[in-house]
């Protein structure tokens, strides 16, 4: 089992603290693991079984829990006010009304919360409303290529294809490389997050009329693999419309819009806007999306061969999220800068590419990093070992190297 340090880390910092702790994140990213292993870690610090409640709103003998009445006469039976609680609520997304038991569950001094979702609408709406400024959210990826190779117990290059080819959905890490399983787990991962997000959304609209509905799988499908196969290059939803259109399906630039954002929600895709670095600002037009984790979105593909530019790309914009930084697309003029990466203070500009050993491709990659006319880091990330330095302030580092450095 991997130990998830960096998020067991960002729970520690918050115990006891009062804020809700809610961890987001696609399904089977390892958020019901995560929560058991920080319950451990509660024991060995000397806080008693009694002290914790642990429900996992996807297991069958919880399904009465559903109901936010019954849910909160359960919690409130087995509180002890005398001694601090912990409070674990795995997929509570899944209870209608949810948020009414934990902002009364909050007030409580002697209370320290915790709950996961596997979509990102938990955090709009009522719950929002409820709890602004009291609520943290830790955001959960699937494994980085260093926790893979941890897992794996090899670091090299090799390992670095594999992840390329199956993703670091948690378990994935664990399993022989057969692909004929490796399809199928991926194949139920997808299908589950497609299909629950939608019953999701459905049983919230009753309760929530200004959710927009979803009810097509097969062209949520459609889109999610259109998405999946432009990832790291610039699209509009007039782009996507169009596309479908000319595929034979009816569908508004509305439609398409409300089917995005679902994806979006669901933790499968990951929205990235265009940053204008010399005026300093965000801008509407032709965001770029990257998919969460590449088996994945090798599931979803035809087998064929795809720029491994792109997939590399995809992960580097993950790997800068792990790292805690705001992304954006650079655009300077007529030239795009892969990632403006922003913390506090800093800004890092990076380009990422495969190789940079042709002259045609390492004058493109420097292009648009020498025109930027500020003192931050400009970084190229790139597979190859042979143009690695330093070219006028411009790093170039090996991008394995760049993912194991943290």
């Given at each position: 089992?991997?130990?998830?340090?960096?998020?067991?880390?960002?729970?520690?910092?918050?115990?006891?603290?009062?804020?809700?702790?809610?961890?987001?994140?696609?399904?089977?990213?390892?958020?019901?693991?995560?929560?058991?292993?920080?319950?451990?870690?509660?024991?060995?610090?000397?806080?008693?079984?009694?002290?914790?409640?642990?429900?996992?709103?996807?297991?069958?003998?919880?399904?009465?829990?559903?109901?936010?009445?019954?849910?909160?006469?359960?919690?409130?039976?087995?509180?002890?006010?005398?001694?601090?609680?912990?409070?674990?609520?795995?997929?509570?997304?899944?209870?209608?009304?949810?948020?009414?038991?934990?902002?009364?569950?909050?007030?409580?001094?002697?209370?320290?919360?915790?709950?996961?979702?596997?979509?990102?609408?938990?955090?709009?709406?009522?719950?929002?409303?409820?709890?602004?400024?009291?609520?943290?959210?830790?955001?959960?990826?699937?494994?980085?290529?260093?926790?893979?190779?941890?897992?794996?117990?090899?670091?090299?290059?090799?390992?670095?294809?594999?992840?390329?080819?199956?993703?670091?959905?948690?378990?994935?890490?664990s399993m022989d490389q057969n692909t004929e399983k490796l399809n199928t787990y991926l194949e139920g991962i997808y299908n589950t997050v497609i299909i629950k997000n939608i019953e999701e959304r459905q049983s919230r609209k009753e309760s929530d009329p200004s959710k927009r509905r979803v009810s097509n799988i097969v062209l949520l499908k459609s889109i999610a693999k259109f998405l999946a196969s432009v990832v790291g290059s610039p699209i509009s939803i007039?782009?996507?419309?169009?596309?479908?259109?000319?595929?034979?399906?009816?569908?508004?630039?509305?439609?398409?819009?409300?089917?995005?954002?679902?994806?979006?929600?669901?933790?499968?895709?990951?929205?990235?806007?265009?940053?204008?670095?010399?005026?300093?600002?965000?801008?509407?037009?032709?965001?770029?999306?990257?998919?969460?984790?590449?088996?994945?979105?090798?599931?979803?593909?035809?087998?064929?061969?795809?720029?491994?530019?792109?997939?590399?790309?995809?992960?580097?914009?993950?790997?800068?999220?792990?790292?805690?930084?705001?992304?954006?697309?650079?655009?300077?003029?007529?030239?795009?800068?892969?990632?403006?990466?922003?913390?506090?203070?800093?800004?890092?500009?990076?380009?990422?590419?495969?190789?940079?050993?042709?002259?045609?491709?390492?004058?493109?990659?420097?292009?648009?990093?020498?025109?930027?006319?500020?003192?931050?880091?400009?970084?190229?990330?790139?597979?190859?070992?042979?143009?690695?330095?330093?070219?006028?302030?411009?790093?170039?580092?090996?991008?394995?190297?760049?993912?194991?450095?943290?």
């Amino acid at each position: 089992m991997v130990q998830r340090k960096e998020y067991i880390n960002q729970l520690l910092s918050w115990k006891d603290d009062r804020v809700i702790k809610v961890v987001t994140g696609i399904r089977r990213c390892g958020k019901s693991t995560l929560l058991a292993q920080f319950q451990n870690i509660l024991r060995e610090k000397g806080i008693e079984d009694e002290q914790i409640i642990s429900i996992n709103f996807e297991e069958l003998e919880y399904e009465d829990l559903l109901d936010y009445k019954k849910l909160y006469t359960f919690l409130k039976e087995r509180i002890n006010p005398n001694k601090q609680n912990y409070i674990f609520l795995d997929e509570i997304q899944r209870v209608v009304s949810y948020e009414k038991v934990v902002d009364s569950l909050y007030v409580k001094e002697y209370i320290d919360i915790y709950i996961t979702g596997s979509n990102s609408y938990m955090l709009s709406g009522d719950l929002a409303t409820l709890l602004t400024g009291r609520y943290v959210e830790i955001k959960m990826l699937p494994l980085s290529f260093k926790e893979f190779s941890e897992a794996r117990g090899d670091a090299s290059e090799k390992a670095f294809s594999e992840y390329l080819a199956v993703g670091g959905l948690p378990y994935i890490a664990s399993m022989d490389q057969n692909t004929e399983k490796l399809n199928t787990y991926l194949e139920g991962i997808y299908n589950t997050v497609i299909i629950k997000n939608i019953e999701e959304r459905q049983s919230r609209k009753e309760s929530d009329p200004s959710k927009r509905r979803v009810s097509n799988i097969v062209l949520l499908k459609s889109i999610a693999k259109f998405l999946a196969s432009v990832v790291g290059s610039p699209i509009s939803i007039r782009s996507v419309t169009d596309y479908l259109i000319s595929n034979g399906r009816k569908v508004s630039p509305n439609t398409v819009d409300n089917y995005i954002e679902a994806l979006c929600e669901s933790f499968i895709f990951y929205e990235v806007e265009r940053f204008d670095i010399a005026g300093k600002e965000l801008l509407k037009t032709n965001k770029k999306y990257y998919m969460v984790d590449l088996g994945l979105r090798n599931y979803i593909l035809p087998k064929r061969t795809y720029d491994l530019g792109f997939s590399i790309e995809n992960i580097v914009y993950f790997e800068l999220l792990r790292r805690g930084y705001q992304v954006n697309i650079g655009k300077l003029g007529d030239t795009e800068v892969d990632f403006v990466a922003r913390k506090n203070d800093e800004i890092k500009y990076y380009q990422v590419t495969a190789d940079m050993t042709a002259e045609s491709t390492f004058t493109r990659e420097m292009r648009s990093l020498k025109a930027i006319n500020d003192n931050y880091e400009r970084i190229v990330l790139t597979l190859d070992r042979f143009t690695l330095g330093n070219y006028e302030g411009i790093k170039v580092i090996n991008v394995l190297d760049w993912l194991l450095d943290n």
